[in-house]
């Protein structure tokens, strides 16, 4: 079946879901959604649901696993069967492994770790449903369910990306402008430290182009990063 074109921004600037080229998704936030692990969050940036569990600090399932000086950080990024239009296999495929990765190394520097030598950390990442922006979303929650566990961090972490659509350049892609845009561009900060701890650019950009759209994914990462201070605080905070 061929590829349907549509038109991704009308004549009066909008995208194809009416949003406006700097406006986010509706964005929701849950934490201690799971009752067996030792924290968890579920982030859902418009479609894209993404479940994340945190066990530990505990002892590595291998004795080679233990770091004399630090916990180890493990993380598994999983997309579920059910996730997208077609039936994914269960299997860890080549993209998931990376974004594991990649999202491991979002946080490593973020989590203080030398708190707890010789223990692991592990973060398992579920996607529900994927409609883009996964692994951005996907470090949103690994962040929140991280803190839920009580996980000492030097600060809260949230992720975004920025598409180049049509010439324009788009805050939090969905999956219609990832697949049919020009480039993409995913971000994760903690901005209370003024350090960026993930990007990436798959596409052409500007210069230019490259620092309004940091611009614009700081600004969004921001709010978020305050999102999930109010939903920890709603949790943690009690009336006397």
């Excluded at 061929?2 to 995208?15: A, D, H, Q, T, Y």
């Excluded at 009752?35 to 982030?43: E, K």
């Excluded at 998931?96 to 973060?123: G, M, N, Q, W």
């Amino acid at each position: 079946m061929g590829k349907v074109s549509m038109k991704l921004i009308n004549e009066e600037g909008l995208r194809h879901d009416g949003r406006r080229p700097d406006e986010m998704r509706p964005v929701t936030m849950e934490v201690g959604v799971l009752s067996n692990s030792d924290g968890s969050a579920l982030v859902s940036f418009g479609r894209t649901r993404v479940l994340a569990a945190v066990y530990g600090p505990r002892e590595p399932p291998q004795r080679y696993m233990i770091l004399p000086d630090r916990a180890l950080l493990r993380v598994r990024y999983h997309m579920a069967p059910f996730s997208t239009s077609e039936r994914k296999s269960p299997a860890p495929s080549r993209r998931e492994i990376e974004l594991s990765k990649v999202i491991r190394e979002a946080l490593e520097d973020i989590v203080l770790t030398h708190l707890y030598p010789r223990t692991s950390i592990d973060i398992f990442i579920e996607v529900l449903q994927a409609d883009g922006g996964t692994r951005t979303a996907a470090v949103t929650a690994a962040s929140l369910a991280l803190a839920d566990a009580g996980i000492p961090m030097k600060a809260l972490v949230a992720g975004v990306a920025v598409g180049k659509i049509e010439g324009v350049l788009v805050l939090d892609v969905d999956e219609i402008e990832d697949g049919s845009g020009e480039a993409d561009m995913p971000v994760a900060a903690a901005p209370d430290i003024g350090k960026i701890t993930l990007f990436q650019l798959n596409g052409v950009l500007t210069r230019e182009e490259i620092e309004r759209g940091l611009d614009m994914a700081l600004n969004a990462i921001q709010k978020l990063v305050e999102m999930e201070k109010e939903v920890l605080r709603k949790k943690y905070t009690f009336n006397v």
